[in-house]
Structures are given as structure tokens and as C-alpha cells.
């Protein structure tokens, strides 16, 4: 059994700064790539950003310049930095990881989701 813990949001001002967290746990053999999404009020679920084993980071356009995603291997964690939030950066956020678990076979794990909103 793999379990992705989420945490970290909540309420914040406009151009306000907010760190995510997300823990993987259970019976894991390796941790590929891990990722973030958002999930906004009526929409879809949208990539935010992703980094791979090696720390290759990825970003959606929007989000270049003020997010930042990293990973601590030993702790089978990824974060995001959020910075200079806006009120269309509120949502539901979600961690994502491909996880080799009782077989070398990665599948995808999400997280519950923890929710941002930026306030104006």
C-alpha cells in the first residue's frame, strides 16, 4: 500500500507566498517522477509542474518564474514554492508520483488534494 500525504495550503493574500508539501509512504521500491497538479472550481485537472528522479524540473508556462518544485529523495517528498500568488492560482492541489512498489511495474499515485485559495 502507497499513500501520498499532502499539506500546506490554505488561505492566503494576493502576492503572498504558500509551500506545499507531499509525503509518499508504505511499501516503495523506487519513486520515478513526481508531480503537482491543480484542480480549479469547475475546471480541470492541469499540470502545474513535475520533476523526475534527477531533479529535471518542468513548469507549466503560467507558472514559470513563480513556482518551484524540488524533491528530497531521502524523505520521498516533493514541494512546491509557491510565490506572488494570484487569485486564478486558487484551487485544489494535487501530489502525483509513478511508484515501483511490490513489483519493478510504476503506476501513479495522487494525493487528497489540498486546497489554496488566494484571497484579494
Known amino acids: 500500500q502507497v499513500q501520498l500525504v499532502e499539506s500546506g495550503g490554505g488561505l492566503v493574500q494576493i502576492g503572498e507566498s504558500l509551500r506545499l508539501s507531499c509525503a509518499a509512504s508504505g511499501r516503495i521500491l523506487r519513486i520515478y517522477d513526481m508531480g503537482w497538479y491543480r484542480q480549479a472550481p469547475g475546471g480541470l485537472r492541469d499540470l502545474v509542474a513535475s520533476?523526475?528522479?534527477?531533479?529535471?524540473?518542468y513548469y507549466a508556462d503560467s507558472m514559470k518564474g513563480r513556482f518551484t518544485i524540488s524533491r528530497d529523495n531521502a524523505k520521498n517528498t516533493v514541494y512546491l514554492q509557491m510565490a506572488s500568488l494570484k487569485p486564478e492560482d486558487t484551487a485544489v492541489y494535487y501530489c502525483?508520483?509513478?511508484?515501483?512498489?511490490?513489483?519493478?511495474?510504476?503506476?501513479?499515485?495522487w494525493g487528497q488534494g489540498t486546497p489554496v485559495t488566494v484571497s484579494s
Open positions: 502525483n508520483a509513478h511508484i515501483s512498489s511490490l513489483t519493478p511495474t510504476a503506476y501513479p499515485y
Open positions: 520533476i523526475t528522479m534527477d531533479g529535471n524540473a
